[in-house]
């Protein structure tokens, strides 16, 4: 009788042993449970601030903000069809603050151009601040005019692109992002791979590969500065820095300018430029 009490009383304790056991699990796993659930619902109320992600757009409500979009560099030459598509086009980006049109033809623009290209401007532009159109007249016809330092820019920013050149304004927007956090850097659509040429007597000359070439090796070295977004203080650094041999060759040959900029900018840095991949509109 007694053993069967004192197996009784010994399987009691177990069990409520087993009980408080069981308790002390249940709450633990209760309190993470209800960790986990708090932090979830955190995160979900800072994501959109995190992302920057609106139904209408990448990063759309940074370019809300006075003084933080961009300037776009347009060169153009005699094709005034295509200077008219392209400001019609770019005019809807949500990040512009201004468009500089790079003119080196003989002649001045027409007062018909420029009242079109205003109105088109005013009529199409987002945001509060309305963004502004300026023709930065030549004298002289040089591709190095492209690159002239421009006093008046409100925005460190500068997106470089020709008039041929048309890429959806959420391309622009995002690169225009990812510009923001490497802004010493070139960043752009359009890279190109350069390697020594091993030629026999040609050791100090490179071979250029285009398109196919960064397709082949996936691999660049250089970003073109016909669709590319970089800092201001480098059309200062091209107009007073640059050697003049290398602005005289240009001068001359009518190119390479694009090469000239993007190794300026890889000089002054130490740093490569960034491809950003984007749809291109033809």
Not at 2 to 13: A, E, K, M
Not at 157 to 178: G, H, K, L, Q, R
């Amino acid at each position: 009788m007694r053993g069967s009490l004192l197996t009784n009383r010994r399987g009691l304790q177990r069990f409520r042993q087993l009980a408080i056991t069981a308790a002390g699990s249940i709450k633990i796993k209760l309190l993470l449970c209800c960790c986990i659930v708090f932090t979830l619902l955190a995160l979900a109320g800072r994501a959109p601030d995190f992302m920057r992600w609106t139904k209408h757009g990448v990063y759309a409500d940074q370019f809300s903000v006075p003084g933080k979009g961009y300037a776009i560099l347009i060169n153009t030459w005699k094709r005034y069809d295509l200077l008219k598509q392209s400001i019609s086009h770019y005019s809807s980006c949500a990040g512009l603050d201004s468009i500089h049109i790079v003119w080196s033809e003989p002649n001045p623009p027409s007062e018909s151009l420029v009242k079109y290209l205003n109105h088109v401007l005013q009529s199409k532009s987002k945001g509060a601040k309305q963004a502004e159109l300026k023709f930065d007249i030549n004298k002289e016809d040089s591709l190095n005019n492209r690159f002239k330092e421009i006093k008046d820019l409100r925005t460190d920013a500068v997106f470089s692109i020709d008039d041929d050149v048309i890429f959806p304004c959420s391309s622009v927007e995002f690169a225009f992002n990812v510009w923001q956090s490497a802004p010493d850097t070139m960043v752009g659509f359009v890279p190109r791979a350069h390697w020594f040429d091993r030629l026999e007597g040609k050791k100090d000359y490179f071979t250029y590969g285009g398109w196919w070439s960064v397709w082949w090796t996936g691999t660049y070295s250089m970003v073109l500065s016909k669709a590319a977004f970089f800092h201001k203080k480098y059309l200062t650094l091209y107009t007073n820095e640059m050697p003049a041999s290398i602005r005289e060759y240009i001068t001359k040959n009518r190119n390479c300018e694009d090469i000239a900029m993007s190794f300026l900018i890889a000089n002054a840095t130490g740093a490569p430029p960034i491809w950003v991949k984007g749809r291109l509109f033809i």
